[in-house]
């Protein structure tokens, strides 16, 4: 029989994938579920870029690449980048079969056993497990108390980290709050990393999607440059999440350690979805555009239902998504869950998930009719 590792006891699924499938199951059922659980742009992928993969495909292109990534990408990704103020080049970039996989190689390049990593909850799902998978240790800061904003709870971040910390991980604009970190707040975080010498993961794949706030490339503040690493992706911005392409930027000799565990996992990310992804990142503004007004229409639709019945949002300025309060103060908000998909037929994600027990997170990835519905059934349910 099989002895599993000791590593793989640590986790457990993934929670946001657990209840996208069990509304996916429900649907195949013949229920009619509005799911709000799903962390994805209900957009079609824009059609120049679909035209430019099978270009790639019909050109051949569908070998191997070199291991971080073709070199016209990895030049357009580092000039992104530039434009974002990093003082980036293609040598210091990993292409990944998506964001996720450059956050797995991140953590384990630079995470090993006892080795503590500070995030920030509520904090998406996978960088516990992530961090866990690697072995180190977790220590954790609350923003809920502080409206999901970083800037108020610096203080309780200087005292969470110390020279014993590894890495902190910062997500701005933030699955699963919408928190867009003011400059203040992340020049905080640059004080703090430089204060105790830390390695800081900024996971920017929502910065396309923000409304009345501008994102800040955390490592375009000085001091950061060397002691960053920026994640990104295609799959939020670009409605490509099935694609499965993301980066990471770090310096280059990080880039020669995380490369190993590149080339000896998934040796690279397929070759004609690269070559769609130098069109997405140069001719796509409009199409992004689209999206992003689209996404701040429904934020703002769902912002005046709930406060129609009573509920108040700390509603952030990014992503697609926000966390409700599910009735009193840390109620329990995965039987409020159970309920929602149960009797509502309305599918969200537990704030547990991210360390935030009492609220539930709701993707607004669904048309302005869909979110009506949802609301409609979770009133008629008393679940608001
Ligand atoms: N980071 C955050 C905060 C996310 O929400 C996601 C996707 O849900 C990812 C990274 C990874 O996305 P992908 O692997 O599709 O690029």
Redesign the pocket.
């Known amino acids: 029989a099989y002895d599993y590792s000791d590593r793989i006891g640590r986790v457990e699924p993934s929670a946001?994938l657990a209840i996208s499938n069990l509304a996916a199951e429900k649907e195949a059922e013949g229920a009619d579920i509005v799911d709000l659980s799903v962390?994805e742009p209900d957009f079609d992928t824009p059609e120049n870029v679909v035209e430019a993969g099978k270009e790639a495909l019909d050109a051949g292109h569908t070998g191997y690449t070199s291991s971080n990534g073709i070199a016209p990408l990895r030049e357009a990704i580092a000039g992104k980048l530039r434009d974002d103020g990093i003082d980036a080049s293609a040598d210091e970039v990993i292409v990944t079969p998506?964001?996720?996989?450059a956050?797995y190689e991140t953590f384990q390049t630079l995470i090993g056993d006892g080795d503590e990593v500070v995030l920030l909850d509520p904090a998406?799902v996978?960088y516990e497990a992530m961090v866990k998978l690697a072995g180190g240790d977790l220590t954790r800061v609350d923003l809920a108390s502080h409206g999901f904003q970083l800037e108020p709870a610096l203080e309780d971040l200087a005292e969470a980290v110390s020279d014993d910390t590894e890495l902190l991980v910062v997500?701005s604009p933030?699955?699963p709050t919408g928190a867009v970190f003011s400059e203040g707040a992340l020049e905080g975080v640059r004080d703090l990393a430089v204060e105790h010498d830390l390695a800081v993961i900024s996971?920017e794949?929502?910065e396309r999607i923000v409304y009345d706030a501008d994102h800040v490339s955390l490592a375009s503040l000085d001091g950061m440059a060397d002691r960053t690493v920026t994640?990104n992706?295609?799959?939020?911005a670009y409605s490509m999440?099935g694609w499965?392409?993301?980066y990471l930027h770090a310096t280059e000799e990080f880039v020669g350690e995380a490369g190993k565990l590149h080339s000896h996992s998934v040796s690279c990310a397929t070759n004609f979805v690269q070559r769609a992804g130098i069109e997405a990142l140069e001719n796509t503004d409009e199409a992004v555009e689209e999206m992003r007004e689209a996404f701040a229409d429904r934020r703002d639709l769902l912002v005046d239902l709930f406060e129609e019945h009573g509920v108040d949002v700390d509603v952030g300025d990014g992503a697609f998504y926000m966390m409700i309060p599910v009735g009193e103060p840390r109620a329990d908000d995965a039987d409020w869950c159970e309920r929602a998909i149960e009797q509502a037929a309305v599918a969200c994600v537990p704030g547990s998930a991210f360390n935030a027990p009492g609220f539930a997170r709701i993707s607004y990835a669904a048309s302005e009719e869909r979110l009506r519905e949802a609301v409609d059934r979770l009133v008629a349910n008393d679940l608001l």
């Open positions: 946001t962390g998506g964001g996720k996989q956050l998406w996978s997500n933030s699955n996971d794949i929502y994640v992706g295609f799959s939020k999440t499965r392409l993301g």
